[in-house]
């Protein structure tokens, strides 16, 4: 399944089966795109059917012209923000994502302290960290999916390193 | 190869692949600098820690069917793109010839004008449109 199918469909304006295949290909992409903006993994959930919704919505105003990748991201990305500027829940850690079971509980409480040293990153870099690993360190993905240059996306990634380095030396 | 180009090649390594060459000048530079030696085991457990410790989340098993029932909710589209447009044929049709009967000019005259003014406002309209569509996105 490629983009190339979906626009297919959208062309025939069968939009249900074109959303479909969108959320088969996309939905978990779009989701780690918002989580690595909220970081919060049921507000992220909760904002990715906004923004699905939006989509279903707009599907047949879609401009086939523009990357249907680019178009879904720049929603994705802006929704995101949206939600990230209208509450305030960032302003504490969420730990209700991170409640470690017996059996789990160092792997949680290490989930937890990168959770914070991350947090103590500028905005952009714990977005671009976060990307990065949760798309199997494609730089590629990262940079396609926040509309930044693939250099841009690697010094990120650098001065995060050297930034995190300092604080786990310190 | 110094100590600050050393550290920004292994930067890279942890990013994209690094050239045989650039991966024995590495190396060799580490054997022989502690600075750098620490500077990539630090490295190292970061890179494993952060790997661990960003684990994808999952989207819960009711992601889909909450979003159809969003969606079920959500108002169809009143009418297809195109019946406006059949519309203003329809009665532009109905009112040229209302026109054509009642008004006490020549028959041919009342179409011709009927016709070119029709076409006018579609076009304008048209053109109207489009702009507002372009402005909105």
């Known amino acids: 399944m490629t983009d190339e199918d979906i626009q297919s469909l959208l062309r025939k304006r069968r939009w249900a089966a074109a959303f479909e295949l969108l959320l088969d290909r996309y939905q978990k992409k779009v989701f780690r795109l918002v989580y690595s903006i909220l970081k919060e993994a049921a507000k992220a959930e909760e904002v990715t059917q906004d923004i699905f919704l939006k989509i279903w919505q707009v599907l047949p105003d879609y401009d086939s012209r523009a990357s249907l990748s680019t178009w879904l991201y720049t929603i994705t990305r802006n929704t995101s923000l949206s939600a990230l500027r209208a509450e305030s829940y960032r302003k504490t850690l969420p730990i209700e994502d991170f409640e470690p079971s017996a059996a789990n509980w160092e792997a949680g409480m290490q989930q937890l302290e990168i959770k914070q040293l991350l947090q103590r990153l500028p905005e952009v870099q714990q977005q671009v960290i976060t990307l990065f690993y949760l798309q199997d360190r494609s730089v590629e993905d990262v940079a396609h999916m926040l509309d930044l240059p693939e250099g841009t996306v690697k010094s990120h990634l650098h001065r995060a390193r050297r930034a995190l380095a300092d604080m786990v030396r310190s | ?137």
């Open chain 2, 1 to 137: 190869m110094n100590c600050r180009e050393t550290q920004e090649r292994l930067l890279e390594s942890f990013v994209g692949a690094v050239s045989p060459l650039e991966k024995s000048q590495l190396e060799r530079h580490i054997s022989e600098c502690p600075e750098c030696a620490k500077f990539a085991v630090l490295q190292s457990q970061l890179d494993l820690r952060l790997q661990e410790g960003i684990a994808a989340p999952q989207l819960s098993s009711g992601f889909r069917a909450g979003l159809r029932a969003r969606i079920a909710w959500q108002p169809r589209e009143p009418w297809p793109d195109w019946l406006p447009d059949l519309a203003y044929l329809a009665g532009s049709g109905v009112a040229i010839g209302s026109c054509a009967l009642l008004l006490p000019f020549p028959v041919p005259v009342v179409l011709g004008t009927g016709v070119l003014v029709a076409f006018l406002a579609y076009s304008l309209q048209t053109i109207l449109v489009s702009a507002l569509e372009q402005k909105t996105d």
